[in-house]
């Protein structure tokens, strides 16, 4: 125990990212739970009540044009796109990761219907088994909607799934539940080689490691903004659209927000030029100022998406090194990648009565989650979680197991 104390201490004396901490507000709990809900960057307080008392209060409606809250969704999504590897232009924020789904899945099976205008038409869509519930609801009813059939495919598998009748495919890049990483280029061109839309859900992989949306040519990509990005409970969400394809893009929630002049009040709808063609309704200003504020973090610290990388893995691989010394064996069984190219950044142990152990765990002071039936999650946020505070979970961890047993 001394030794994995002291090789906490040492890693934690040469992480760059180490003075990052202060920039959140944390007390003495080792959080690892920013994979569902990100820490209080310090700074969003201040500015959020600068948003409400003086740019709400006392600029009020001028606001739309002072305080540029008309033209936001726009631009914090251009501060979104370097951290997913996408250049400016290319996303919007609004709406929650749902909507943004459904959104991107009907305009590619739309897209696709104009490709195959003539041919044997493209009426199917492949949707990822193991994702986040959320997506397989909006999926369905896509399908319904565009007269699709929908089949869930495991990721690893799609290639060998894919056909002429494939209009989209609908995958994760990190799974919710066990943290693997798919293959987002691999997966992306066998799509594209048959002649489909791939539409990537990155909520558990933007802000925890180099997605490189250009680079790889992905379609469409939705994201949430409240894990690893920390914009705060029921932060927008953002939808990227490739720059070739906005165009195109066809949505199926045309609000007046979305359209090209949104004050014309014209009967008739005439989609914006460029990323406006994702909005629908009125922007939810509190929220999306709020994270726009918790973005400084990545600017004014000039954060790398690399040096983050590094230290999520550094920070899962000690993880993984520190149960395996302290929890009893045959009572935690790790269901996360062991390889770096399959991992995200968290860890998934499968162990009986998770739900009863993460309870005892939150009362000593490490926060996870628990998912059905037996999986304790642990998410590992690299701006705020040091390497002290995994020697700390483990040890937790295992006292709370030996009882257990």
């Not at 370097?82 to 609004?94: C, F, M, S, T, Y």
């Not at 009907?106 to 044997?120: F, Q, S």
């Not at 699709?148 to 539940?177: F, I, K, M, Q």
């Not at 859900?201 to 490189?212: I, K, Q, T, Y």
Request: net charge negative; glycine share 10%; aromatic share 8%.
């Amino acid at each position: 125990m001394s030794e994995l104390k002291s090789a906490a201490e040492e890693l934690d004396a040469a992480d760059g990212l180490a003075a990052l901490r202060g920039r959140f507000v944390l007390d003495d709990v080792v959080y690892l739970d920013g994979n569902s809900l990100g820490a209080l960057p310090a700074h969003v307080p201040g500015r959020v009540q600068d948003v409400v008392r003086r740019q709400w209060g006392e600029l009020r409606i001028r606001s739309w044009e002072e305080s540029g809250w008309w033209t936001a969704p726009e631009r914090i999504g251009d501060r979104i796109a370097p951290l997913v590897g996408a250049a400016a232009g290319q996303i919007v924020v609004g709406d929650s990761t749902s909507v943004n789904v459904f959104k991107a899945l009907v305009a590619a099976v739309r897209m696709a219907a104009e490709d195959g205008a003539g041919g044997p038409g493209r009426d199917e869509i492949l949707v990822d088994a193991t994702t986040f519930p959320t997506d397989g609801y909006i999926a369905e009813s896509a399908a319904r909607m565009t007269g699709c059939a929908l089949r869930p495919v495991a990721p690893a598998e799609v290639p060998s799934a894919l056909g002429e009748r494939t209009a989209a495919v609908l995958l994760n890049h990190v799974d919710y539940r066990t943290g693997r990483l798919h293959d987002l280029p691999g997966l992306t061109a066998a799509v594209h080689a048959a002649g489909a839309y791939a539409v990537w859900d990155l909520c558990h992989s933007a802000g925890a490691l180099p997605v490189g949306l250009d680079e790889h040519g992905v379609d469409l990509a939705v994201g949430c903004t409240y894990k690893y990005l920390n914009g705060g409970p029921g932060s927008p969400a953002y939808l990227y659209v490739r720059r070739d394809l906005q165009p195109r893009f066809d949505s199926p929630l045309p609000g007046w927000n979305s359209h090209a002049e949104p004050f014309g009040m014209r009967p008739g709808y005439e989609p914006a030029s460029g990323a406006p063609r994702g909005r629908v309704g009125t922007p939810d200003i509190l929220s999306l100022l709020a994270l726009e504020a918790a973005l400084d973090v990545w600017d004014e610290d000039a954060v790398s998406v690399e040096a983050v990388r590094a230290k999520s893995l550094a920070l899962t691989d000690f993880f993984l090194r520190c149960v395996a010394e302290y929890v009893p064996d045959g009572r935690a069984e790790s269901v996360t990648p062991v390889a770096h190219a399959e991992r995200g950044s968290q860890v998934a142990l499968r162990c009986d009565d998770a739900g009863d152990v993460m309870k005892r765990l939150i009362e000593r002071g490490v926060v996870g989650d628990f998912r059905a039936p037996d999986v304790l999650r642990f998410g590992f946020t690299p701006l705020y979680v040091g390497f002290a505070d995994v020697e700390r979970a483990a040890r937790v961890l295992a006292l709370t197991l030996g009882e257990a047993g």
